[in-house]
C-alpha cells in the first residue's frame, strides 16, 4: 500500500537517519509549495460554495498536521514536549503529512471519465482504501495510521453497492464474535464518505476508518486482482 507507506515513512521513527536542520528546511519548503499549488488549483476549480467549505476542512487539517508534527511520539524526537515549528523532526513530518494533502487535493479537482469507484482512496489523515467495483459490489481494502502513537487498522470485504450508497457487513465471519460490524460508504460528487460502526476490533484505539475520502489513482489489473481476493477471502494483505 504506497500511500499508507508513506504515512509511516513520513514520521520520525520510520527514518533511520536524521535529516539536517537545513534538509529538513527544503524538505519542508518543497512539500509547502506543492501544497500551495494544489490549494490554488482548487480555488479556481471549485465552485465558490464548495472552496468556502474546502477553507475549512483545510483550517481543521492544518491544526491536525501540526498537532502530529509537534509530537515526540509520532516523530520520535527525544523529550516529551511539543517540538518547535522550526525543529528538524517537525518539518521532517509536516513535510510527508503535506505530501499526503497534496495528492488528496488533487485527487478532489481531478477529471475522470472512469464511472466506476475502482481505485486508491485517501482521506488525507491516514485512511487509505483500495476499491474495485464489480457487478453491484464494492471489494475492499481499507487500511489506516492514525494519532501520534501510529495506531493501526485495517479491513477487508465485500459491500454492496447501489449506486451512491453502500454497506458491509462482518456478519456470520467469525461465529464467536457477537458484535456486527458495519461500514457505510457514501458518495458525494467526488468524495466517497465512510463511516463505521462497531469496527474496534480491526483497529488500534485510534484508528477509526471513518472519513471523507477522495480517488488518487487507478488500480491496474495485477493489483485489481489483489485487491479482490483480499476481499473475498476478508483478510488485508501483508507487505
Not at 467549505?53 to 483550517?59: A, G, I, N
Amino acid at each position: 500500500m504506497v500511500l499508507l507507506g508513506a504515512a509511516l515513512v513520513s514520521t520520525g521513527q520510520a527514518q533511520e537517519k536524521k535529516l539536517t536542520a537545513k534538509e529538513a528546511e527544503m524538505l519542508y519548503d518543497k512539500a509547502d509549495q506543492a501544497l500551495n499549488a494544489a490549494w490554488a488549483v482548487a480555488k479556481k476549480a471549485l465552485p465558490e460554495p464548495d472552496f468556502n467549505k474546502l477553507k475549512e476542512d483545510q483550517r481543521l487539517w492544518v491544526e491536525y498536521r501540526d498537532g502530529l508534527a509537534r509530537s515526540p511520539l509520532y516523530t520520535g524526537a527525544e523529550g516529551q514536549d511539543e517540538l518547535s515549528l522550526d525543529a528538524p523532526e517537525y518539518l521532517e513530518a509536516a513535510a510527508g503529512l503535506s505530501d499526503m494533502r497534496t495528492t488528496w487535493l488533487k485527487g478532489l479537482v481531478r477529471e475522470s471519465t472512469d464511472e466506476t469507484l475502482s481505485g486508491v482512496w485517501t482521506d488525507s489523515y491516514g485512511g487509505h482504501i483500495e476499491i474495485v467495483e464489480r457487478e453491484g459490489h464494492l471489494h475492499f481494502v481499507i487500511e489506516c495510521v492514525r494519532g501520534p502513537t501510529s495506531h493501526v487498522g485495517g479491513l477487508a470485504g465485500i459491500a454492496v453497492w447501489n449506486q451512491s450508497i453502500g454497506w458491509f457487513s462482518d456478519k456470520g465471519r467469525d461465529k464467536e464474535k457477537t458484535d456486527e460490524t458495519n461500514l457505510s460508504f457514501i458518495l458525494r460528487d467526488k468524495r466517497l464518505e465512510i463511516i463505521g460502526a462497531n469496527t474496534g476490533c480491526y483497529h488500534g484505539a485510534r484508528a477509526y476508518f471513518d472519513g471523507e475520502y477522495v480517488r488518487v489513482q487507478p488500480l491496474n489489473a495485477k493489483a485489481q486482482a489483489k485487491v479482490v481476493k483480499a476481499a473475498k477471502a476478508g483478510e488485508v494483505p501483508e507487505e
